[in-house]
């Protein structure tokens, strides 16, 4: 079965440094998300990606936070510098539109620990 | 605003015992709704969604859940539970004319105690 697909699985980092995350969707998915999940809380989206187009940024810090998907394939999201807050488990998922109903998939996560 | 509640962050039961997590969700416009499941250390897998079909959804491993319009709930049960079903379990609702991002609940810690 088709995965999302995403590295590095843990990250540590130190605060003020800069970190990456990559992810590659289910092949010919056209919408491609970001979450962020904090320990003890349900994810929530960071941005979405119709295709390399961003349809929703709204909650991402735009300060430090950077996200794109140059292709419309894979995507990487960018944090720098990074803060302590920012620990926390990066969620990549991807689904074939951008349609309520449609079912989200999603892959292992990137754990961030930002000491 | 279209949000979702998940009554009780932990929940324990017996081996064999029925399953019965709660999720409640606000929404103007028709809502679809989601269970997710998380093991520790993993993303999320998809148990069932409702999506204006049967109001009795059945996923896997034997989950169920019921859209019930005049409670605005959708809680998922299973009749008899196993130690496996120990696992973090999420509601979420989109809503159409959205983009079909999720809106997720808290989660609820299920336990299962042998």
């Known amino acids: 079965e088709a995965e999302v697909a995403q590295s590095p699985r843990y990250k540590i980092t130190e605060k003020s440094q800069a970190v990456a995350f990559w992810c590659d969707p289910i092949?010919?998915?056209?919408?491609l998300y970001w979450y962020r999940q904090i320990l003890g809380q349900g994810p929530e989206l960071l941005v979405q990606f119709q295709d390399e187009s961003v349809v929703d940024d709204s909650q991402l810090p735009k300060d430090r936070f950077s996200a794109e998907r140059l292709k419309g394939v894979d995507s990487t999201l960018k944090i720098q510098p990074a803060e302590l807050g920012d620990s926390a488990m990066y969620l990549c998922a991807s689904s074939l539109e951008p349609s309520p109903g449609n079912t989200i998939y999603f892959g292992e996560g990137s754990w961030l620990t930002v000491v | 605003a279209q949000s979702v509640t998940q009554l009780g962050s932990h929940v324990s039961v017996s081996e064999g015992a029925l399953v019965l997590l709660r999720c409640n969700y606000s929404?103007?416009?028709?809502?679809?709704l989601f269970w997710y499941v998380q093991y520790p250390n993993q993303g999320l897998q998809l148990l069932l969604k409702?999506?204006?079909?049967?109001?009795l959804v059945k996923g896997i491993n034997g989950f169920e859940a019921e859209f019930k319009k005049s409670e605005t709930s959708f809680h998922l049960t299973k009749p008899s539970a196993h130690m496996s079903d120990a696992a973090e379990y999420f509601c979420?609702?989109?809503?159409?004319?959205?983009?079909?991002?999720?809106?997720f609940g808290k989660g609820t810690k299920l336990s299962v105690k042998p």
């Open positions: 929404s103007s416009v028709p809502p679809y």
């Open positions: 409702y999506t204006s079909a049967a109001t």
């Open positions: 979420a609702v989109s809503y159409g004319g959205s983009q079909g991002n999720l809106i």
């Open positions: 092949s010919g998915h056209a919408t």
